[in-house]
């Protein structure tokens, strides 16, 4: 097996979260808004997407320390270090993001929504319908 | 931004689905079970996961075709074109698929699972934990 893929980054997101210390710990906990700006090259692929659906958002989380397979979960240290996989953390060896989001508006290359716990400047790599 | 990411892949699925004619459409119709081989090297970060648990696993759908932006909906011609982003399409330009699995067994490196809608030989890129 090959041992290593491409990702294509289809977009970028835009938001007031700049911070990891500011950033809500999973999109659960967040009202947060901003816009996913989506590449002219693959703007087609919006097509049906519409104000009030919620959305299944792969964000790669460009910051994230990739070498990290042991962490305290949600960041506390009195807790005991437990596999990456086990767990929601940033860090692990391909650190892809799965957040729900309401879509609040869209135009032909962009869409506002709502529940980002996601810092700015974010790479997106995929959006789903999400499963009702 | 760069604009290509590289995936390490993890690890790999061992079932019985073969063809995808005999794929269920969706992790949801599911019962099919598997093995999740996860490579040595990313063993660590499995610690916690236990039987009974269901877990969300990434896979890479290395069969799909990344060129298509617009699909007929759960592959029916007589339904229109939309963008692959406002469907569960595996054709996308990163086929990364998300399925909610359920674990029968784990060992050091192995999770048997049950939900499977993934071909056989599969490419695993990330597990994390189900937000309940």
Same mark, same amino acid.
């Given at each position: 097996?090959?041992?290593?893929l491409q990702l ?6 835009h938001?007031?979260?700049? =911070? @990891? ?7 659960d906990?967040?009202?947060r808004?901003g816009t996913l700006?989506?590449f002219?090259k693959y ?7 519409v104000a009030?659906?919620?959305i ?5 989380l460009?910051? =994230? !320390?990739?070498n990290?397979?042991?962490v305290h979960? @949600?960041g506390?240290?009195s @807790?005991e270090l437990?596999g990456v996989?086990?767990?929601r *953390?940033?860090?692990r060896?391909n650190?892809?993001?799965i *957040?729900?989001l309401?879509?609040?508006?869209a135009d032909a290359?962009h869409?506002e929504?709502?529940g980002?716990?996601?810092?700015d400047?974010t790479?997106?790599? !995929?959006?789903?319908?999400?499963i009702?």
């Amino acid at each position: 097996m090959e041992e290593q893929l491409q990702l294509q980054v289809i977009g970028v997101l835009h938001g007031d979260i700049t =911070s @990891r210390e500011d950033a809500p710990k999973n999109y659960d906990e967040s009202e947060r808004t901003g816009t996913l700006e989506i590449f002219p090259k693959y703007q087609d692929g919006l097509d049906g997407i519409v104000a009030g659906q919620t959305i299944v958002v792969l964000f790669w989380l460009h910051k =994230s !320390d990739r070498n990290t397979l042991k962490v305290h979960p @949600r960041g506390d240290k009195s @807790r005991e270090l437990r596999g990456v996989f086990s767990t929601r *953390s940033p860090a692990r060896p391909n650190p892809v993001a799965i *957040s729900e989001l309401k879509v609040i508006a869209a135009d032909a290359n962009h869409l506002e929504v709502s529940g980002l716990d996601i810092l700015d400047g974010t790479p997106i790599i !995929d959006i789903k319908k999400k499963i009702s």
